[in-house]
């Protein structure tokens, strides 16, 4: 062998070992002390063995900073291939230098070339401030901080992550204490995942809060993962250990497909597309005032009671999330009635809106699941923007070309027949009942009140009465479906998950063209 091309072969192997063990065995056991994984273990564990190929690698390493404090290339997650970042908080505490963010613009920009997933994992305080050395420098050659930068850099891959929206997924994990550019990428990403008592994301961090409000705080109550699962909503999955994190993206990416040109992966349910939900029957009780748990009804219904929540901590008022029918994704949106009688408010309406956005840029078809007395009367509600907030759901499903079903199961009132799709003319392709479903402006207790209650000889009896004819009459779905050429059929709950099924497999191949316009513009 020739004397130079060894001398190369073991600079190359020792750099390369060094970059490997990134900011060294003492910073990576730090980090371990801490729960955290080092940035390479989590890859380790997101990818499949050995899959993954590494893009710049020796970036940085001749300035004492391996791979620049980000590893990042392309992998695969059960054969599929995705594109991935993985900042390293062992170097310069992960903080975004030149290289890295030019590594973190390229991770995106390739995963759009190539029409696949895109990931990061974040675990940085944001842009990398000049240390002595650096200011020197830049002093010394009358050169600005940010003359070195390119139009691909950290702070720009803001441009990307929204040329790449609605086109391939992009999912986010906070892995621990991020802010400023750390923050905003993963804002404008799908999906975000963070670790409850490591995580935190914020713009600006408690030092600097107190400097300039004088307020104090702990990281925690200012970013920490529950604020962000169950205040906020920015968090969409919040786990309690890195590992069942990095896990639970993989199981995401299972109901996803790979770009907007593609459907998602179909997979052998092993449940019978005809199996029968007799327990449907004794879950969801006759009466409107009765609360019962919607998640009962949607494990029953979908394969193998495999149902992927999203934001289930913020909003509970509506479920949101990802399940199969006969092998093919769908999404559920629905309301439930154990929290807040299942009624639709500001937070659960940018919530849901965002969802059937999603769901509809990805081609996956949408069952709304229908039990609510309508949005939330109240100053509060009324204060807090509910037309605008309530806006962007009607928004949403207007805009919606995917398949949609929605289904009432016991009520709809009002607004609800809005906000679910239930009134014909907003997009929806099927609207079904169950039999003990009542629908209409107001409840029929209301209604009867309100028509027969102010009468003087109004007795408690005439009233029952009136109420009993109510029922039979204007809240019976037998009634209803009579001149109401809206709605498709009057199902048994028992029969729902089969005919769901049928329904999705006759719309498989819908089309529906968009207006020829940029955009629209949906109330924000």
């Not at 995401?252 to 029957?281: A, I, K, M």
Request: hydrophobic fraction near 35%; include cysteine; charged fraction near 25%.
């Amino acid at each position: 062998m020739d004397e130079l091309l060894k001398k190369r072969l073991e600079e190359l192997e020792a750099i390369r070992a060094r970059v490997i063990m990134g900011g060294g065995t003492e910073r990576i056991e730090r980090q371990h002390a801490m729960g955290k994984l080092s940035a390479r273990e989590r890859l380790d564990i997101l990818l499949d063995q050995g899959s993954l190929m590494e893009m710049n690698m020796l970036a940085g390493q001749a300035l004492g900073l391996p791979g620049d404090a980000v590893v990042c290339g392309s992998g695969t997650i059960d054969g599929r291939t995705v594109f991935v970042y993985s900042q390293d908080p062992t170097v310069r505490g992960g903080s975004i230098g030149l290289e890295h963010g030019i590594k973190m613009y390229r991770t995106v920009e390739k995963a759009l070339e190539l029409k696949v997933p895109f990931i990061g994992l974040h675990d940085s305080p944001g842009a990398r401030l000049p240390n002595e050395r650096e200011l020197e420098i830049l002093g010394m050659g009358k050169r600005s901080y940010f003359s070195s930068l390119s139009a691909k850099h950290g702070g720009s891959i803001f441009y990307p992550n929204t040329i790449a929206s609605g086109t391939i997924p992009q999912i986010s994990a906070i892995m621990g204490t991020c802010g400023g550019i750390s923050v905003y990428s993963p804002a404008l990403t799908d999906f975000i995942y963070m670790i409850d008592k490591n995580s935190q994301m914020f713009i600006t961090g408690p030092d600097v809060v107190k400097m300039v409000t004088g307020e104090e705080i702990s990281k925690d109550d200012l970013g920490g993962a529950r604020v962000h699962a169950e205040k906020t909503g920015t968090c969409d999955f919040l786990h309690a250990q890195e590992e069942a994190c990095l896990l639970d993206i993989r199981r995401l990416l299972g109901f996803l497909p790979p770009n907007c040109d593609t459907p998602p992966p179909v997979y052998q349910p092993g449940d019978d597309p005809q199996r029968t939900c007799s327990e449907l029957n004794d879950i969801v009780p006759s009466s409107p005032n009765k609360p019962y748990d919607m998640h009962k009804v949607i494990l029953t219904i979908l394969d193998n009671n495999d149902f992927l929540e999203v934001k289930k901590d913020f909003a509970k008022e509506v479920i949101v999330g990802f399940g199969r029918l006969d092998g093919k994704t769908v999404g559920i949106v629905a309301n439930q009635p154990a929290v807040m009688a299942g009624a639709m408010t500001t937070d659960s309406s940018d919530k849901q809106a965002r969802f059937i956005r999603f769901c509809d840029c990805y081609g996956i078809p949408l069952i709304l699941l229908v039990d609510t007395p309508a949005y939330m009367p109240g100053s509060h509600q009324e204060h807090s923007g509910i037309i605008r907030h309530g806006a962007k759901v009607l928004y949403a499903l207007c805009e919606a070309t995917v398949p949609r079903i929605s289904l009432v199961l016991r009520k709809a009132y009002g607004g609800g027949n809005l906000g679910m799709g239930v009134l014909p003319g907003l997009g929806n392709d099927m609207v079904l009942y169950w039999p003990i479903m009542e629908t209409g402006i107001l409840g029929a207790e209301q209604s009867v009140m309100l028509l027969y209650g102010r009468k003087p000889d109004a007795t408690p009896e005439y009233i029952a009465e009136k109420l009993a004819e109510y029922r039979e009459t204007y809240a019976n779905p037998m009634y209803d479906i009579s001149s109401n050429m809206n709605v498709q059929d009057v199902i048994a709950p028992v029969e729902t998950r089969s005919y769901l099924i049928r329904a999705l497999t006759i719309m498989a191949d819908k089309r529906r063209q968009r207006h020829g316009k940029r955009h629209g513009n949906i109330p924000l």
